[in-house]
């Protein structure tokens, strides 16, 4: 069976950036299952498992476009240091949920000057070209349950 709308893909995945560093691997876990055309999945990696079959090894190179968004330097603001109330020592690295105008918005602390925070509201891999080497370890129809609820279920999926 290929892997079509519809259909529950898993597979085993190693993701690097343009340097070659390791951002993320399955190695070691079970492999990434997902319902295929539900957008569980960065859309340029999904347009490339389209039609792959149970023992596919390939590369996808995902442009930002279709991976995490190009980076938006509008996302980046200063901050007072007391919009943290209750965090001790804030620290470069450190993820916060903010409300932004669309909604809740994650920002990562990039720097700290004084009294001053740094944030970036961009995905970490936002404005970066993806690498996967994908291994292809399952391909079936998806049932009526998972299909009503848009998600697998079982296989390292979600239970209810």
């Known amino acids: 069976m290929q892997i079509a709308h519809n ?5 085993h995945y190693t993701l690097t950036d343009d340097k070659g560093q390791v951002v993320d691997s399955s190695e070691g876990r079970d492999p990434l299952t997902y319902l295929h055309g539900s957008g569980q999945i960065v859309p340029g990696l999904e347009k490339q498992m389209e ?12 442009a930002p476009e279709e991976g995490y968004g190009v980076h938006h330097p509008e996302l980046m603001q200063e901050v007072p240091k007391e919009a943290f109330q209750g965090v ?6 450190m993820q916060f949920q903010g409300r932004g105008p669309q909604g809740e918005i994650n920002v990562t602390v990039t720097k700290i000057e004084g009294d001053k ?5 961009n995905h970490p891999l936002a404005g970066q070209t993806l690498h996967f080497a994908v291994e292809v370890t399952g391909v079936r129809a998806a049932t009526e349950e ?10 390292g999926g979600h239970h209810h």
């Open 7 to 11: 259909a529950v893909a898993a597979f």
């Open 51 to 62: 039609g792959r079959v149970v023992g596919d090894k390939f590369t996808a190179h995902v």
């Open 88 to 93: 001790e020592d804030i620290q470069p690295g």
């Open 117 to 121: 925070v740094f944030i970036d509201g």
């Open 146 to 155: 998972e299909l009503q609820h848009g998600h697998v279920h079982g296989e």
